[in-house]
């Protein structure tokens, strides 16, 4: 098992590299001198070309990649252009609330999707398992910057529960985002979910369980869940970056200080480092989910395991 | 695996008039339309078909796990040692499925849960009838897979890692590991090669006849029928047509589609004639044929065959059938 | 003999219009039995109508763009069925210019990835091996980053006029299409009949059109229809944090973004944009579930 974690880690540096490779030569093309923004009035000819050769921006584009490169794994993200402070400061500043937006969000989607999706699977043919099914269709489609609105609108203005912005009241202040950013998530998660137990429920071990006198609910806990678990977990992993993609969305709405925000504002200003820096931050969090998904495959299904020498050998 | 007492007297089933039928919003489909079985104690009873007669829904319903919710039980009895099933609660039923009764199911490749190990799956169905800890259910666990051929070390591993052959096996152990009252075998053997088959039905009957079981054993194969069963119930459209003891049916065939079966295996005595198959196809359980459900394919079909659907008349103690040419008929004239 | 080939030549294209017919028929009917994916068509219809008739309904310069600020943030009313935004626009006419482009927008960057992303799914699909390989492998690589995110650094780099913002959307949709089309070639292209086509001698690029595209056509489909939605709300999405569609360009998700600040006071002036992407995004759903589950009954 351990073995398997460790192949998986090393696969990944080649796909984020890969990826930053894609978005280092995307930004590549962002027109316009950086020394124009970082000099700002103190622009000259002169102190133009100094800058660049400081910079390494004078030199051919595979070399400036490798230097990227190098200097990211030692935890170097460049110098931010307009505020000429190192990127990773500001990430690690802004990050954080990041997380705790997606954490929430997760939270919620896995807390309340997974129960219910289980739920309405076994009991197919239910006012529940129908009213889900409309609720989840209707939940993915939902965008989320209308809903986030339409949340403060109902528990900031309205009802004044809770705060409209910000971070700063703590947990509160995580609700209202949470639910906005992981609303199309939860129903996503809650349809499979329903759609994996239906496909489980059906199958012929479940009625070999029940033949056995295996009571019903652990005919569910014990025989169908794990059985319907892969396109559950496979959807949690995924829809990561989903969320993250969303994030930026949610941050706006809610005037939230972190990553997604920063990125907006960096891209306003051609401050191309920093965008580096968020979209590089954004993609290794990907890769790292998706390598959490796969350990979990492995865990969960002993055929998978198998393959990867985790049973007895 | 215990060996019980039986009383004799006793019939361990008995199921009267069943009719089973599934509901969609597209059609009807009639499965079981009134069908009665009797499996006396310690005896076999094979129950032969072709596909669509209705023989897994029967079987399913001594367990009462007819698929709902388009299958419906509309009327009809079962009892088991003198139980009604059908009127059981959930929990009464969860304590006889695995203890009095048990089925093998036809499809072996799909009937075992692939993220539990084989002697898991055994030792739950004793964990939860006797009350033993899981180290002495899975030690009994391992005794059974060794009584089905298989070595007990296997028990850590998972059903892919297993044949079909082996996996009916599991199937065999998983069913008989509480010593039911009554095994249903559905098929059991359908699925696999002719080699496994001889073994598995091998295993099979010894085991029955070691513990005293009656047994359902549901079939096409009249080979199999020969082998292992004490009386047979011939099964067409979801009714029983015809029934009796063994000699009562392979010799004394009444009803024609019985004849029909039997004229259409091939005959190694007489090499150059011909397979007589039954003319035309198993009718649609969707639309059933008015009056008696054969007539369509029937060589000695009369007026009255489209009419009405025949009365079961009884030709001795233990032979019966179903079939408008033997109304008139007593005992003398056979 | 070249008789004998002829006839059987049309004869089988006979009973091929004969077959396509046929099923086509009892998709539709399928289709139809569905009562959430008629609805969604309903709607989705609508809209479309809507968006055509935009000029009849409104007139783009005067209604939709022109600033009249004594007129602004008019709660709705007869005369401005969803009200005036902040510079006294009528948001019904901005409503309907705007959907125009956000579904001009959208499908032309669905085409985009379905014309892009389609030929290599379909050249990944067919050949195997590999070429395969490679070209999933970058295709891989893409799909680390979702699509708001690679939209998002395409714009940043490219600018926002509205053919770029097309081709970046198109362009973060590509390698998801790549894959769809790569396993529609892949599961049709070991059918039998592929293998019957190539014992009577058709080439490969008679395979390719008569039988591989015309199977992979319905699994396409679905898709395309569900990546429009997608591609409406990221449209929506980037208009909203000001890197999409600019003002005044009338567009649902700019229109959110300005009117946001307005909201405590005059909450309808997020109701109709928000209403609208909503509306197109469940309809488009609906019916890409729809088709979905009349293309493969089996599937319920």
């Known amino acids: 098992m351990f073995k398997f974690v460790v192949k998986r880690l090393i696969a990944m540096i080649p796909v984020v590299l890969a990826v930053t490779f894609v978005v280092f030569t995307i930004m590549w093309f962002v027109p316009g001198d950086p020394t124009n923004i970082i000099l700002g009035n103190e622009w000259s000819e002169a102190a133009s070309a100094k800058l660049k050769a400081e910079l390494g921006l004078d030199q051919p584009f595979l070399v400036q990649f490798f230097h990227y490169t190098t200097n990211l794994v030692q935890g170097n993200f460049g110098m931010s252009y307009i505020t000429r402070a190192p990127v990773a400061e500001q990430l690690m500043a802004r990050f954080p609330n990041t997380l705790m937006v997606v954490a929430g969000a997760m939270l919620f989607c896995v807390g309340v999707g997974v129960p219910i999706g289980v739920y309405s699977g076994v009991r197919a043919y239910s006012l529940f398992s129908n009213f889900t099914m409309v609720v989840g269709l209707l939940g993915i489609s939902f965008p989320i910057f209308w809903l986030g609105l339409l949340l403060i609108l109902l528990f900031s203005v309205y009802l004044r529960w809770l705060p409209s912005s910000g971070l700063d009241d703590g947990f509160a202040s995580l609700i209202l985002p949470s639910l906005a950013l992981g609303s199309n998530y939860m129903a996503n998660i809650m349809r499979i979910t329903r759609s994996s137990m239906l496909e489980v429920i059906r199958q012929d071990y479940i009625r070999t369980a029940k033949a056995k006198g295996v009571k019903a609910r652990d005919v569910v806990v014990k025989h169908a869940l794990q059985n319907s678990m892969m396109p559950t977990i496979t959807v949690i992993g995924m829809d990561v970056g989903t969320l993250l993609g969303g994030v930026v969305l949610t941050e706006t709405v809610f005037s939230i200080p972190g990553t997604g925000r920063l990125l907006v504002e960096a891209i306003n200003k051609r401050d191309t480092p920093t965008v580096l820096g968020c979209l590089v931050i954004m993609a290794v969090c990907i890769a790292i989910s998706n390598l959490m998904v796969d350990i979990v495959y492995a865990y969960v299904d002993p055929r998978i395991k198998a393959q990867y020498g985790g049973g007895k050998d | 695996m215990e060996i019980k007492k039986i009383n004799e007297q006793e019939n361990t089933l008995e199921i009267k008039n069943l009719v089973i039928h599934y509901i969609s919003d597209e059609e009807v489909v009639k499965a079981v339309n009134g069908v009665n079985i009797i499996i006396k104690a310690g005896k076999t009873l094979g129950l032969v078909g072709e596909t669509g007669a209705g023989k897994t829904t029967t079987a399913l319903s001594i367990l009462n796990l007819v698929p709902e919710p388009q299958g419906k039980i509309l009327s009809g009895e079962v009892l088991l040692e003198g139980r009604s099933v059908l009127s059981m609660s959930e929990h009464e039923l969860e304590v006889m499925r695995g203890d009095k009764v048990a089925m093998i199911f036809q499809d072996p490749m799909t009937s075992l849960n692939p993220v539990h190990t084989v002697g898991h799956q055994i030792a739950e169905s004793i964990e939860i009838h006797r009350k033993v800890s899981k180290h002495q259910a899975l030690k009994q666990a391992k005794e059974m897979l060794e009584l089905v051929g298989i070595p007990s070390e296997r028990s850590n591993e998972y059903p892919y890692q297993f044949s079909g052959g082996m996996k009916q096996r599991v199937d065999i152990a998983i069913a008989l590991a509480c010593s039911p009252d009554l095994l249903i075998a559905d098929e059991p053997t359908t699925a696999l090669d002719v080699t496994i088959q001889a073994q598995v039905l091998k295993l099979i009957n010894e085991l029955r006849q070691k513990y005293h079981m009656s047994m359902l054993m549901i079939t096409h194969d009249l080979g199999i029928v020969a082998e292992v069963c004490d009386e047979v119930s011939i099964a067409y459209a979801g009714r029983i047509i015809e029934h009796g003891t063994l000699e009562d049916i392979f010799d004394h065939m009444r009803h024609p589609y019985t004849k029909g079966l039997f004229g259409a295996l091939p005959d190694i005595g007489v090499r150059r004639s011909e397979l007589m198959p039954i003319k035309g196809l198993m009718p649609d359980p969707t639309n059933l044929p008015s009056g008696c459900p054969f007539h369509p394919r029937c060589d000695y079909v009369m007026e009255v065959c489209s009419q009405s659907l025949p009365e079961n008349k009884w030709l001795s103690e233990t032979h019966c059938v179903e079939c408008h040419l033997y109304k008139d008929t007593n005992e003398s004239m056979l | ?300």
């Open chain 3, 1 to 300: 003999m070249d008789e004998t080939v002829k006839k059987y030549t049309t004869r089988r294209e006979f009973f091929k219009q004969y077959k396509k017919k046929s099923r086509l028929q009892e998709t539709w009917n399928r289709f139809l039995r569905n009562k959430l994916a008629v609805i969604g068509l309903f709607i989705i219809v609508f809209i479309m109508l809507a968006a055509v008739a935009a000029p009849l309904i409104a007139n783009y310069d005067t209604d939709a763009i022109r600033i009249n600020v004594p007129d602004r943030l008019q709660s709705p009313s007869a005369k401005h069925i969803f009200g005036t935004d902040e510079v006294g626009r009528d948001i019904m006419a901005r409503i309907v210019h705007g959907a125009r482009i956000s579904l001009v927008v959208g499908c032309a960057a669905i085409a985009v990835a379905l014309f892009i992303g389609g030929a290599l799914g379909a050249i990944a699909g067919y050949s195997g091996g590999k070429i395969d390989d490679v070209i999933m492998r970058c295709m891989d690589v893409f799909l680390c980053l979702p699509d708001v995110l690679l939209a998002l650094a395409i714009v940043a780099a490219f600018g926002t006029n509205l053919v770029n913002l097309t081709v970046a959307i198109g362009l973060a949709f590509t390698p998801k299409f790549s894959r769809v089309v790569r396993s529609a070639v892949m599961t049709v292209r070991g059918v039998e009949y592929v293998e019957a086509a190539r014992t009577i001698g058709a080439t490969n690029t008679q395979i390719i059109t008569n039988h591989v595209l015309i199977n992979c056509f319905g699994p396409i489909m679905v898709q395309v229809t569900l990546y429009v939605a997608s591609a409406i709300l990221t449209i929506a999405a980037l208009s909203f944090i000001g890197l999409g569609i600019q003002a005044p360009i009338p567009e649902w998700g700019n229109m959110l973004a300005s009117g946001r600040v307005y909201m405590r006071d005059h909450a309808y002036i997020v109701m109709a944009p928000g209403l609208a992407i909503f509306l197109t995004i469940l309809s488009l759903n609906l019916l890409g579930d729809g088709l979905r589950d009349a293309l493969d009954p089996r599937l319920k």
